[in-house]
């Protein structure tokens, strides 16, 4: 089963990304989420887009480098696996 977002963007349009993956993280107590709506770079990658998911279900940007790390090592994990190539955007 897929996990979907739902975003409105500055103009109130709605737009659904896909879930690739989350993470909870001990030390910061934060759940940080990567989602893309398969939109491609001019190389090909799929962008994708990393938050911080709060509790009420907004989404925040991300500040912790550590976190950014983490989280770029498991897309990579994520990439080897399903051998596609993903292009992450905080």
Same mark, same amino acid.
């Not at 759940?31 to 989404?59: A, F």
């Given at each position: 089963?897929?996990?979907?977002?739902?975003?409105?963007?500055? #103009?109130?349009?709605?737009?659904?990304?896909?879930?690739?993956?989350?993470?909870?993280? $001990?030390?910061?107590?934060?759940?940080?989420?990567?989602?893309?709506?398969?939109?491609?770079? #001019?190389?090909?990658?799929?962008?994708?887009?990393?938050?911080?998911?709060?509790?009420?279900?907004?989404?925040?940007?991300? $500040?912790? $480098?550590?976190?950014?790390?983490?989280?770029? $090592?498991?897309?990579?994990?994520?990439?080897?696996?399903?051998?596609?190539?993903?292009?992450?955007?905080?």
């Amino acid at each position: 089963m897929k996990d979907y977002l739902t975003i409105k963007n500055d #103009k109130g349009e709605e737009k659904e990304f896909e879930v690739l993956l989350s993470y909870d993280s $001990e030390n910061t107590g934060k759940t940080y989420v990567t989602y893309t709506d398969y939109t491609k770079d #001019k190389d090909g990658s799929i962008i994708c887009y990393s938050s911080v998911l709060e509790s009420d279900g907004t989404l925040s940007p991300i $500040e912790d $480098e550590k976190a950014i790390q983490t989280i770029n $090592e498991l897309l990579n994990t994520l990439v080897e696996t399903t051998n596609m190539r993903y292009l992450n955007k905080e």
